[in-house]
């Protein structure tokens, strides 16, 4: 490894504690309303600022990864999905901070800051090692498309949380009425996600601490253009316990975990692709981990999570909330255009020689920017405000999340590169 990566892996290290210092400080500030008896708006403006400085602190480590990064592998990184999410991370944050200077709300902070945690951690799971570039992304449209359409998602994250923070103030836990109810559910569920997300980091991370490994040997049958069969053999590593087996395979090593030495079953014969049942298998993890995590918290809270952060938020306007949600989205459409559908079909041309090829990608491109027009649509000319407009700005940045994430690793495509 070179100086320049040496730097960069140093600056990424502390860019994450900096941001997870900056979600302390904010979670004081927000907690510390209730828990200050002389003056809570002090308080919250005093511990708010210093969240802040750490964020900023942060973002700045940050800057230094990415530069130095793109000194020491000779092209910017943002090329995989190591790269991409770190990216994103570095973006959200700079999305926040711009949104924090115009409306100074630490609320918005308290669940922004974790966001950038979990993502970044997200990003840590993939190889992190510099990779060359294949011809498709070796193109001055790499920095243009890849950066906008990041900025404009990092803006549509920001509103997710403010939205998130405002459906948490208004959404009434103890409504016993069938749409209170309703509405308390989905909002938990919301939050359960977030929770098997947190339960998926944990379980790579855990399993990779201990050094676990799986090793199978999976057969698989294609066609080729002149209409014969091809037998292929490859290997397929797990770092997590199989729980699920690749289909119509062989077991090569398999370390024992909880007393199991072998796979509880195989992954059914539709799931052939290479990588089918380790996914399968990474999907069946993080939601015991969630479930194990999430039944923990309601161990010690007694009560669900949304109906125990709900009083904390007692004397905010959700009004405020709301407008910083719609502005954060405001900002980050006409970026997000430019840079998923305008420059990304500009880049496709020049790459594949056509504007539009149906990717799944560019499907999903499609879609996220509909979705916005819809909620842009919606709350200008309809009138959707509040509630239902924090609603939408949730939903949409859960699409936007299938797109950078979902699309790349399970769907086959011209952009599955970036799930290397």
């Given at each position: 490894?070179?100086?320049?990566?040496?730097?960069?892996?140093?600056?990424?290290?502390?860019?994450?504690?900096?941001?997870?210092?900056?979600?302390?400080?904010?979670?004081?500030?927000?907690?510390?309303?209730?828990?200050?008896?002389?003056?809570?708006?002090?308080?919250?403006?005093?511990?708010?600022?210093?969240?802040?400085?750490?964020?900023?602190?942060?973002?700045?480590?940050?800057l230094v990864f990415f530069f130095t990064?793109?000194?020491?592998?000779?092209?910017?990184?943002?090329?995989?999905?190591?790269?991409?999410?770190?990216?994103?991370?570095?973006?959200?944050?700079?999305?926040?901070?711009?949104?924090?200077?115009?409306?100074?709300?630490?609320?918005?902070?308290?669940?922004?800051?974790?966001?950038?945690?979990?993502?970044?951690?997200?990003?840590?799971?993939?190889?992190?090692?510099?990779?060359?570039?294949?011809?498709?992304?070796?193109?001055?449209?790499?920095?243009?498309?890849?950066?906008?359409?990041?900025?404009?998602?990092?803006?549509?994250?920001?509103?997710?949380?403010?939205?998130l923070v405002q459906l948490l103030r208004?959404?009434?836990?103890?409504?016993?009425?069938?749409?209170?109810?309703?509405?308390?559910?989905?909002?938990?569920?919301?939050?359960?996600?977030?929770?098997?997300?947190?339960?998926?980091?944990?379980?790579?991370?855990?399993?990779?601490?201990?050094?676990?490994?799986?090793?199978?040997?999976?057969?698989?049958?294609?066609?080729?253009?002149?209409?014969?069969?091809?037998?292929?053999?490859?290997?397929?590593?797990?770092?997590?316990?199989?729980?699920?087996?690749?289909?119509?395979?062989?077991?090569?090593?398999?370390?024992?975990?909880?007393?199991?030495?072998?796979?509880?079953?195989?992954?059914?014969?539709?799931?052939?692709?290479?990588?089918?049942?380790?996914?399968?298998?990474?999907?069946?993890?993080?939601?015991?981990?969630?479930?194990?995590?999430?039944?923990?918290?309601?161990?010690?809270?007694?009560?669900?999570?949304?109906?125990?952060?709900?009083?904390?938020?007692?004397?905010?306007?959700?009004?405020?909330l709301d407008e910083i949600s719609y502005?954060?989205?405001?900002?980050?459409?006409?970026?997000?255009?430019?840079?998923?559908?305008?420059?990304?079909?500009?880049?496709?041309?020049?790459?594949?020689?056509?504007?539009?090829?149906?990717?799944?990608?560019?499907?999903?491109?499609?879609?996220?920017?509909?979705?916005?027009?819809?909620?842009?649509?919606?709350?200008?000319?309809?009138?959707?405000?509040?509630?239902?407009?924090?609603?939408?700005?949730?939903?949409?940045?859960?699409?936007?999340?299938?797109?950078?994430?979902?699309?790349?690793?399970?769907?086959?495509?011209?952009?599955?590169?970036?799930?290397?």
């Amino acid at each position: 490894m070179n100086s320049w990566l040496q730097a960069s892996s140093n600056a990424f290290i502390v860019a994450f504690f900096l941001y997870c210092f900056s979600f302390i400080g904010y979670a004081v500030a927000v907690a510390g309303r209730r828990w200050s008896n002389r003056d809570p708006e002090a308080h919250t403006k005093r511990w708010g600022r210093i969240g802040f400085t750490l964020a900023v602190l942060g973002w700045a480590a940050h800057l230094v990864f990415f530069f130095t990064r793109w000194k020491g592998g000779g092209h910017i990184p943002t090329s995989n999905m190591y790269e991409f999410m770190t990216f994103l991370g570095m973006a959200i944050m700079f999305a926040f901070i711009i949104v924090n200077m115009i409306y100074r709300n630490p609320l918005v902070g308290a669940f922004a800051t974790p966001l950038v945690v979990i993502i970044i951690a997200y990003a840590s799971v993939f190889p992190s090692d510099v990779q060359p570039l294949i011809p498709a992304l070796n193109s001055i449209w790499l920095k243009v498309h890849v950066t906008t359409a990041a900025t404009g998602e990092a803006f549509f994250a920001v509103g997710f949380a403010a939205a998130l923070v405002q459906l948490l103030r208004v959404v009434d836990p103890s409504r016993k009425d069938k749409a209170g109810r309703r509405a308390s559910r989905w909002l938990e569920f919301v939050l359960f996600f977030i929770v098997i997300v947190v339960g998926f980091l944990i379980s790579v991370f855990g399993f990779r601490a201990g050094g676990y490994q799986a090793e199978f040997t999976q057969e698989t049958f294609s066609i080729d253009q002149q209409g014969n069969e091809i037998d292929t053999v490859q290997k397929v590593e797990y770092g997590l316990p199989p729980i699920v087996a690749p289909y119509n395979s062989d077991t090569v090593a398999m370390d024992s975990y909880l007393g199991i030495d072998k796979p509880l079953f195989e992954a059914p014969s539709w799931m052939n692709g290479v990588n089918a049942g380790r996914k399968l298998n990474t999907v069946i993890w993080s939601i015991i981990s969630g479930l194990i995590i999430y039944g923990l918290i309601r161990l010690v809270i007694r009560k669900p999570i949304a109906a125990a952060i709900h009083p904390y938020l007692d004397g905010i306007d959700p009004d405020d909330l709301d407008e910083i949600s719609y502005r954060a989205i405001a900002i980050g459409f006409p970026v997000f255009t430019l840079g998923a559908l305008i420059f990304a079909m500009i880049w496709a041309q020049i790459a594949w020689s056509r504007f539009w090829g149906w990717d799944p990608k560019e499907v999903w491109a499609l879609i996220t920017w509909l979705f916005y027009s819809a909620y842009l649509h919606l709350r200008l000319s309809r009138g959707w405000l509040g509630v239902r407009s924090a609603w939408l700005a949730v939903i949409g940045f859960i699409v936007v999340l299938f797109t950078l994430i979902g699309v790349n690793l399970v769907i086959a495509g011209l952009h599955s590169y970036a799930g290397v």
